[in-house]
């Protein structure tokens, strides 16, 4: 059995005494090589704790999770990295998302394209459907989700569809087809478990009810519907009808399945909602009255907690789509307290004072998340400077208003037009980031940590 070397003994004691002083708390934890590379992403319940069982010394690693993993934690992690999350579920998304944009190379599962499923429900249609699906529609559709497991939800449909009895199958029913009263309906029907618009046994408003209150449902948490199930389930085996409490138990674990979901635009799967990069920046050019399409296109975003750990990034996205070697993080510097329009000046001023030298190249698009004030504020850093941007805009999130410097009074896109999706895209590929560094930057101060790494 070969010896560790000293170095090695003395990173591996470093990294245990961060661990013992991580939170309790669901989240996600990263770790890393000497070059700061993501090496591993995983998430947990207990941050501690599960972190914890890797660095433990009785650790059967070989035996537990693989001779890739225990070589990894025996020669190569040199720190790690974590991020909090608000339940098991927020952190598993992260993770997966996480996984997908970093591709660690000891993680060996969530690589591919695969994505969660949604719950759909199509909105552009005279009697709305619901489905199970990975790739949901661009647009005429309400989305729930993602869920995290897809067995639990086709477990869940059945279940609510016999208290909603709305339609799952893809036909195309009209409220204007007179012959719908001699179509035969399906057995969903004559089981109680669809009012069949199909066979014109439901009018339109009549079916728009029931989807309203089927949304209702799912947007809410379902503490009705389980408590019935739940006095159901414990008066079916008090009375010995064991079986009968068995269905009763499963039903209420395909309810509860249902809240085993994130927010669809919390947790974004974008290689689920795909636009042709091309046509958003053709799109983006005629609005802009540009001569051609814009390429290159930065993001810029600011986070804090309380005036804590104020800290800024940038993304920068060619031909629409993202170049990660073109982002970059700003610790802020000159701010003190809670001010975005301040920070928003310094990261500009830092990332463009060199602009429109020879040094280096404006982007042909500045974005900024947030409204006019935001705008105004970016532009105030180039007061100081001696070039301008080409373009400097801003989108709010409340109600996507899109602002653009020098006219006046905001736009406001159709959503699924696709120069905002690709303008969203940025947008948010800029708060995650931003918001990934902020995390770093509470995780160091509450561990205590004086080395920073190096920012721009």
Known sequence: MSVMPAKRVSILDEIRRKV????????????????????????????????????????????????????????????????????????????????????????????????????????????????????????????????????????????????????????????????????????????????????????????????????????????????????????????????????????????????RRGLVHDHLQPEVFHIDPAEGLARLGEILELPGPPRTIEGIDIAHLAGGQLCGALVCFIDGKAFKNGYRRYKIRTVAGNDDYASIREVGWRRYKYAGMDQELFPDVILIDGGKGQLSAAWGAFDELEFRPPVLLSLAKKNEDLYIHGRPGAIRLPRNDTALRLLQSVRDESHRFVQHYHHILRRKATLGKDKESPLP
């Open 20 to 259: 013992s002083q991580l939170p309790t708390t669901p989240g996600v934890y990263l770790f890393k090589d000497a070059a700061g590379r993501v090496l591993y992403v995983g998430k947990a319940k207990s941050l501690r704790t599960r972190v914890a069982s890797y660095f433990q010394p009785a650790a059967e690693l070989l035996a537990t999770r693989g001779p890739e993993i225990e070589r990894m934690i025996r020669d190569l992690v040199a720190d790690l990295d974590m991020l909090e999350c608000e339940s098991e579920v927020d952190a598993l998304l992260r993770e997966s998302r996480l996984i997908k944009d970093v591709q660690p190379p000891f993680n060996a599962r969530q690589k591919d394209g695969k994505s969660f499923p949604y719950l759909q429900i199509t909105a552009d249609e005279d009697f709305p459907r619901v489905s199970i699906t990975r790739e949901p529609k661009p647009k005429g559709a309400r989305l729930y989700g993602p869920f995290v497991s897809a067995s639990d939800l086709r477990a869940a449909i059945p279940l609510m569809q016999r208290v909603f009895k709305f339609r799952t199958c893809k036909l195309d029913i009209s409220a204007e087809a007179d012959r719908r009263q001699y179509y035969r309906p399906c057995i969903l029907y004559n089981i109680k478990q669809c009012t069949a618009p199909c066979a014109a046994k439901v009018s339109k408003a009549d079916y728009a009810e029931q989807i309203r209150h089927f949304r209702q449902f799912v947007s809410s948490k379902g503490s009705q519907i389980r408590k019935e199930l739940t006095a159901r389930m414990e008066a079916a085996a008090g009375k010995l009808e064991f079986e009968r409490a068995a269905i009763l138990r499963d039903e209420l674990r395909a309810l509860e399945g249902l809240q």
